[in-house]
């Protein structure tokens, strides 16, 4: 289900049981809200660290089992406490958006995968939590489907993300296939672009792959769930491959047809 920032977080999708879709949405509000602290308005660097820092001090009173200053995060405290849900994952988050407010390049892949490792692999990891079904087999494949979702949107939002000074594509990979910032900015979708495009969509897409089973493996509503996410996915990848890699004329996202498809596939994965 997309919903602002987190395209991919399912918040009261129906396909999540009725009995886990508060808890889902009180850990949607917490890394939304964060994520808006570090990302939207015109606040200074140091105004959005404070923040995140206030955010941080919050997530120690509940480690402390002490009630919380806001409504928000009271609610919070109580879906930890009821579902006993890990606390490093929502660190982790504040960590990823602490990294947005100062690092706009990454030199290396590896240096990016660490970055998808705290924006979104605790997304995955929660939702195991919640469903009791976080063995070290579904968190590795889970790992691998939220850092590919990432990567995708990373993909999809060059253009935008520019508009930011942000660049996501590892500087590494630009130096392989010829592409400067300047070409970015440009919007140059040439040979060398196309060439770096499609290695980055091979990459995710193989990312997808390696975590593919878990969709299978994971019984009833949440391997529905991840079916959709893993085909959507895959789609967006897809789409950009189909516009040869050119995403800064248009987003590749998904339609009422994909969305035909992506059904489709879900049922014979």
Known sequence: MAVDHYENFPVASLLLPARLRPAVTD?????????????????APEERLAGLHAYEAQLDLIARQQPCATPMFERLRHTIARHELPLQPLRDLLSAFRQDVVTTRYEHYTDLLDYCRRSANPVGTLMLHLYGAASEENLRDSDAICSALQLINFWQDIAIDWQKQRIYLPLEDLARFGVTPEDIAAGRCDGRWQQL???EVERARALMLAGAPLAKRLPGRIGWELRLVVQGGLRILARIERVQGDVFGHRPKLGKA????????????
Request: proline fraction near 0%; avoid cysteine.
């Open 197 to 199: 495009m499609r290695f």
């Open 258 to 269: 994909d969305w035909l498809a992506v059904g489709g596939r879900a049922l014979t994965m």
């Open 27 to 43: 850990i949607y509000a917490f890394a939304r809200s964060a994520d808006d602290i570090a990302d939207e308005g015109d606040a």
